[in-house]
């Protein structure tokens, strides 16, 4: 059925103005109005024109901001933001990439606290785990700018969803696979990134509750916080090495893991010590397909970029809802004999 919002209007008994913003989820509606409009949309069918919409759109912008940190993980994510956001242009639909060294939590606050309605229509962030960083997401959310959460996730509700992988769940794969290479028994060591990141701290959560429960004769013999820094990756696993020469595996949460790589081969460690971590970053592949790796388990980061694009789109031009909660993307677990396929077959 087609309807014009004057009609729409007029059966709600409402302005044709508060249609407009129910329709686009606009804030300054009573929520009792908003229920009552959207009531009628769903009785009369109506769908929004997004052809008009297009054209309507042309000469203005609806914009995303993302924000997200420069670690290994920046470059697929923002790919994936980039190449989705393209398909939009058209409409009028861009998203503005903003990038903040690590572990800068005051400018990601900044780039935030800086986000008005009248510019950003929502928000994209890879955020650090800070009070400061939840409080700007918590008043982004009550300005009624919507904010998803990709590839590390904040404690609380505040943002609508978090799009990324199960990173506990991932971290007890990760522990199921490394007993299974030393044979149940014997010493680890963990790298990690830091307290700043819930993404380490649940890798790392679930790695260690697997192991207390079911494999007692693994001992983590150390624990090394790498800050996403290749000269403290390297340095301290040299130490580690020299300090652990028997040491049987090493799992990382974190990235830098070529920087790991290289202290394996060059202290003559290579497939002597199994080595667990994540993502399919081309070093990476190289890697495994040396065997200096073992293992290493994808997450589909270029996924994590595009999906947010994708459901702002759907919801500003489709009416559609935002999901709330966690969506998770792939534990993809990859060893030599299947670390060049692709992603998505």
């Known amino acids: 059925m087609s309807v014009t919002l004057k009609e729409i209007a007029k059966i709600s008994g409402v302005c044709r103005a508060t249609v407009d913003k129910v329709i686009h989820n606009r804030p300054g509606v009573k929520e009792k109005t908003r229920r009552h409009v959207l009531q009628v949309l769903s009785d009369l069918d109506y769908k929004p024109n997004i052809a008009g919409k297009a054209l309507k759109m042309q000469n203005s912008r609806l914009t995303i901001t993302a924000v997200l940190y420069k670690t290994d993980a920046y470059a697929q994510i923002s790919a994936g933001i980039t190449e989705q956001a393209a398909q939009y242009a058209d409409f009028g639909f861009f998203v503005d990439i903003k990038s903040v060294d690590y572990p800068d939590i005051e400018a990601q606050a900044g780039i935030l606290e800086a986000c008005m309605p009248e510019k950003t229509a929502g928000v994209i962030v890879t955020p650090f785990n800070s009070k400061r960083i939840i409080d700007a997401v918590r008043t982004l959310t009550q300005k009624g700018i919507p904010v998803i959460t990709v590839n590390n996730d904040l404690p609380g509700d505040e943002r609508i969803c978090f799009i990324g992988q199960n990173l506990r769940q991932a971290g007890r794969a990760a522990a199921r696979l490394m007993a299974a290479f030393i044979g149940g028994r014997g010493t680890v060591a963990v790298i990690t990134g830091s307290q700043n990141f819930l993404s380490d701290i649940n890798r790392f959560a679930g790695f260690s509750e697997l192991l207390r429960a079911e494999y007692p004769d693994i001992a983590i013999v150390k624990t090394i916080q790498n800050f996403e820094d290749p000269i403290i990756t390297y ?26 790589g290289r202290a394996v081969k060059t202290l003559g460690f290579a497939e002597k010590i199994k080595i667990v971590c994540f993502d399919l970053y081309e070093d990476i592949q190289e890697l495994v397909h040396q065997r200096i790796i073992t293992c290493t388990i994808g997450q589909d980061l270029y996924r994590q970029g595009a999906y947010p694009v994708q459901l702002f789109f759907q919801h500003f031009y489709h009416n559609e809802p935002l999901p709330k909660g966690e969506i998770f993307t792939a534990i993809d677990i990859r060893i030599p004999e299947n670390i060049r396929y692709p992603q998505s077959c």
């Open 235 to 260: 340095r301290e696993t040299v130490k580690l090495l020299q300090e652990h020469p028997g040491l049987n595996g090493i799992y990382i949460t974190t990235g830098r893991v070529r920087e790991v």
